[in-house]
């Protein structure tokens, strides 16, 4: 099975400008859950999709939004970029299983906001 | 609350025992994780324990739980040079959501 993907892995942005971040989860996942990665911050919790529903959403202002898709390919879109916005975004897919819920990380995407 | 800790930093020489502590607040939480991430990489699930669970062994991996201290501990028998990256604990509430710790980096010295 193909691991999750994410892309792209690199993005360069400017200050006020927005971005879309995209991630395939595993074949077969229907959970997709987005988190930002920085330095000293640990993970952030941005929000979980099941089944094209946003199910929990953290403590992020509206500027960070997502979607989920049919084939449960997610999208994560943050708009007027600020320069803390800058960190790695990492995606992660499960598949409910009836003793726990392993989450498998995709690579990440790294936005760097100038 | 949500709030789950760990030291940041960690340095052991090679062959010795490494220990990574981590305390968490939700006393719902259901399952507590161990994941490493190595340079550039996701993360990657280590070893889970159950919260009715005290302790689990897997290879040189050793998870201990104090549910009453809320305090989850990683023990790394044989530290190796591989073993260096950052150790994230996390912990998941109902198998939806997750609360991960700030990571700490361990550093093994041959």
């Known amino acids: 099975k193909a691991g999750v993907t994410q892309t792209p892995r690199y993005l360069i942005k400017t200050r006020g400008q927005q971005v879309t971040l995209s991630c395939s989860p595993i074949?077969?996942?229907?959970?997709v859950s987005w988190y930002q990665q920085t330095p000293g911050q640990g993970l952030q919790f941005l929000f979980e999709y099941f089944s094209e529903t946003q199910r929990n959403k953290g403590n992020f202002p509206g500027r960070f939004s997502g979607r989920q898709f049919s084939n449960s390919r997610s999208e994560m879109n943050v708009s007027t970029l600020e320069l803390g916005d800058s960190a790695l975004y990492l995606c992660a897919s499960s598949q409910i299983a009836y003793r726990y819920n392993e989450q498998f990380f995709g690579p990440g995407t790294r936005l760097t906001v100038l | 609350g949500e709030d789950v800790e760990q030291s940041l930093f960690l340095s052991v020489r090679e062959g010795d025992s490494s220990v990574i502590n981590c305390t968490y607040t939700?006393?719902?939480?259901?399952?507590l994780y161990w994941y490493k991430q190595e340079p550039g990489a996701g993360l990657q699930l280590l070893t889970y324990?159950?919260?009715?669970?005290d302790m689990k062994q897997d290879q040189r991996l050793t998870v201990l739980l104090n549910k009453k201290d809320k305090h989850l501990s990683l023990r790394i028998a044989d530290t190796q040079t591989g073993d260096s990256a950052i150790y994230f604990c996390a912990e998941s509430i109902a198998r939806i959501q997750f609360y991960f710790g700030t990571g700490t980096s361990l550093t093994v010295i041959p």
């Open positions: 939700d006393s719902s939480s259901t399952y």
């Open positions: 324990i159950f919260s009715n669970m």
């Open positions: 074949s077969g996942h229907r959970s």
